[in-house]
């Protein structure tokens, strides 16, 4: 059992030990302006096998490798950069986009860290705590979130507390990520094709707004089929993620929808939970559990606030046996959202649908 260290981030001498442990192959958290990551050395493959043996995550799953400076890039991906991606690097970076690029052949890179592909997955994020670590540690960094496989994400140190303490051997606290809230949008530039394989904050009408070029868009409905994903090109491609112990219900409508449902689990003799804006709580009563999540009309508080909503479940002295979720609208970071809730919802989980009062479940 590793003995996992708490270094403050507002200290420049703990920054400075941090960085020097990620140097030695060894793993460290710390957060970033979406979700706290899970951070090796990037050049060193006894460390990145490690992440995955922490977070017991599969091998096939690649990793998110974070980097502080554009120069970085030049040991990691091939050069020239196509005209399109210089853009976006200039518009978005430092920030929450991930840009999947084709790989150098000469590259140090743990074959890990790619799956074994020809491109790797590069982010340089916004959060000043991030980028005075990744610049002082002076090497690339993968870093997927700080939780254990299939976990919600952590967005503060108690969750990585909660999941890795134990399995990994430090945390760089940096209190509440009170950013985003959900991991960065992923955008595969390995082809003339575009493609969205995770939404984020950043949208495709942002991207398409800076590079003139059609973005399409890897869709939350696509996400519950994901059995021919058969070599995942991005993290959260191909597995069940951002789960808690109870199963959800996603419902799409009103206080009049959500009351049902609860109702309905009610009748059945279940425990329920209800995960809605704060509005509702006050309107829906029924629920064993009801975990505030954002405002009414405010998707990117929703988005900022889902991930602690969802752990709180696990946490509550209550039990509950299905959790009923407020769907919202798949518009903007809407679209993250409900990727996020459609992943936690399958793989045997409850699937409300919409014009009926039956539950499908996914494999």
């Known amino acids: 059992m590793t003995t996992t260290r708490i270094w403050e981030g507002d200290k420049e001498w703990d920054i400075y030990e941090a960085a020097k442990a990620l140097q030695q192959g060894k793993l460290v958290a710390f957060p970033t302006e979406t979700v706290y990551g899970l951070g090796a050395n990037a050049y060193h493959e006894e460390a990145v096998l490690k992440v995955f043996q922490a977070k017991k995550r599969p091998q096939d799953n690649p990793l998110i490798v974070h980097i502080a400076s554009e120069k970085d890039l030049d040991d990691l991906v091939e050069k020239p950069l196509p005209p399109f991606v210089q853009l976006l690097i200039e518009k978005f970076w430092p920030g929450p986009l991930t840009l999947v690029l084709k790989i150098k052949k000469c590259t140090s890179l743990v074959s890990a860290v790619t799956g074994g592909q020809n491109t790797v997955a590069v982010r340089m994020p916004s959060h000043p705590i991030a980028l005075a670590l990744l610049s002082a540690a002076k090497i690339p960094v993968a ?20 999941d890795l303490q134990g399995r990994i051997d430090g945390i760089v606290d940096g209190g509440e990520t009170c950013g985003i809230g959900l991991e960065s949008t992923v955008l595969d530039c390995s082809s003339e094709q575009l493609s969205i394989l995770r939404p984020g904050a950043v949208t495709a009408e942002q991207i398409e707004a800076v590079i003139h070029m059609p973005v399409s868009v890897f869709s939350s409905s696509a996400t519950r089929n994901r059995n021919d994903v058969q070599v995942p090109r991005a993290p959260g491609m191909k597995y069940r993620h951002y789960a808690p112990k109870a199963p959800l219900d996603l419902v799409k409508g009103d206080v009049e929808q959500l009351s049902k449902k609860v109702g309905e689990w009610k009748q059945q003799g279940k425990k329920v939970g209800l995960l809605a804006v704060r509005e509702f709580g006050a309107q829906i009563t029924s629920a064993d559990v009801f975990i505030a999540c954002g405002e009414n009309n405010c998707l990117s508080s929703y988005a900022r606030e889902l991930y602690r909503a969802l752990r709180a479940f696990d946490d509550s002295p209550t039990t509950v046996d299905v959790i009923v979720v407020q769907a919202v609208e798949e518009t903007g970071i809407g679209i993250a959202i409900m990727n996020r809730l459609s992943k936690a919802a399958s793989s045997g989980f409850y699937m409300a649908t919409n014009d009926s009062n039956e539950h499908s479940l996914h494999d």
């Open 143 to 162: 870093a997927p979130s700080a939780n254990l496989s299939g976990r919600p994400s952590p967005t503060n140190c108690l969750h990585v507390l909660s």
